[in-house]
């Protein structure tokens, strides 16, 4: 009894959302293979691509699946195999895929005990050793697919938005390791006032945007006056990326997930690949060394 599954990337915050809007990539994934096995508890076989620990308490996947099986009570056990293909630190939720594809291929096994909102909660436990904060913004695009919006952590409420049509994601990976753990801490704790009325404006008109499918109300809502600021100074080029982005008829740009991989989403595949030359242009000319995907959302 065995699953091979694809954990996609996906990209969160998308700007205005943080931690409450992600999305999710088809163009970029770990793939796993789940066994059920008669010994309880939670192996880790083999992980090829990343030096990742096997140890299942200190692995991602393996806390995830852990906290699903301590919730189920059960004698059966599974082993994981991971080739990661999504590198930790990119900012295109590596940490996710993985606990998402533990806890989904497990689920898949045992015949569907959990609804997809109890999935993310077990996956959550994953990203909270990942990243010291159980955030859902990963794992829930990975788990349900499209936008997701993280609309209550407690209790855990998800809705999932279909994207518009012509939507493509643009995601350019600068080689740096950035940790989420440490571009949380570059964070301020209070808001004021008045930029919280913008970026709920806008947060507003994103969701509004993506529902009616119209691309200028999504262009004028992708902004992000709150954390962008903080940490942009992390990314390399950022200003310059962002800005080839905009120039070459992206409908927006910012920073994916906690970075240092920066994103732009346009109305389009033509777009989204002139968006691609752009964003690759700024590295080449500085030789930065980069991966690049557009994924079709
Ligand atoms: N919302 C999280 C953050 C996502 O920005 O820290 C991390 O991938």
Redesign the pocket.
């Known amino acids: 009894n065995e699953i091979k599954l694809f954990a996609p990337a996906t990209i969160?915050?998308v700007s205005c959302g943080?931690?409450i809007l992600g999305l999710c990539l088809d163009s970029v994934g770990d793939e796993m293979i789940i066994r059920q096995v008669s010994e309880p508890g939670v192996t880790i076989s083999k992980i090829s691509g990343q030096d990742l620990p096997l140890d299942p308490q200190k692995n991602v996947a393996g806390v995830a699946a852990l906290s699903m099986l301590e919730h189920l009570n059960t004698n059966v056990g599974f082993e994981i195999e991971i080739e990661k293909k999504i590198k930790p630190g990119s900012?295109i939720?590596s940490s996710a895929a993985s606990a998402a594809g533990a806890v989904f291929g497990i689920n898949e096994l045992l015949g569907k005990p959990y609804t997809q909102t109890e999935l993310i909660f077990f996956a959550m436990q994953g990203e909270k050793l990942a990243?010291g904060s159980a955030?859902a913004?990963?794992v829930a695009p990975a788990i349900m697919g499209g936008f997701t919006m993280v609309t209550s952590y407690d209790p855990l409420q998800v809705t999932k938005i279909n994207p518009p049509k012509e939507l493509y994601a643009t995601v350019i990976h600068p080689q740096i390791e950035v940790k989420?753990a440490d571009?949380?801490s570059v964070l301020k704790q209070n808001v004021s006032l008045k930029t919280m009325v913008q970026q709920m404006g806008n947060f507003g008109g994103l969701i509004s945007g993506l529902y009616t499918e119209d691309y200028n109300l999504i262009a004028r809502s992708l902004h992000d006056e709150i954390i962008e600021p903080h940490r942009s100074i992390l990314i390399p080029e950022f200003d310059r990326v962002k800005e080839a982005c905009l120039n070459n008829g992206a409908l927006g740009s910012g920073i994916s997930?906690?970075g240092p991989s920066i994103f732009a989403l346009s109305r389009g595949e033509e777009t989204a690949q002139k968006v691609a030359a752009g964003m690759q242009q700024v590295y080449q000319g500085v030789q930065v060394d980069f991966d690049i995907h557009i994924s079709k959302i």
């Open positions: 969160a915050n943080f931690d900012g939720g990243s955030h913004d990963n989420t571009s949380r997930g906690s």
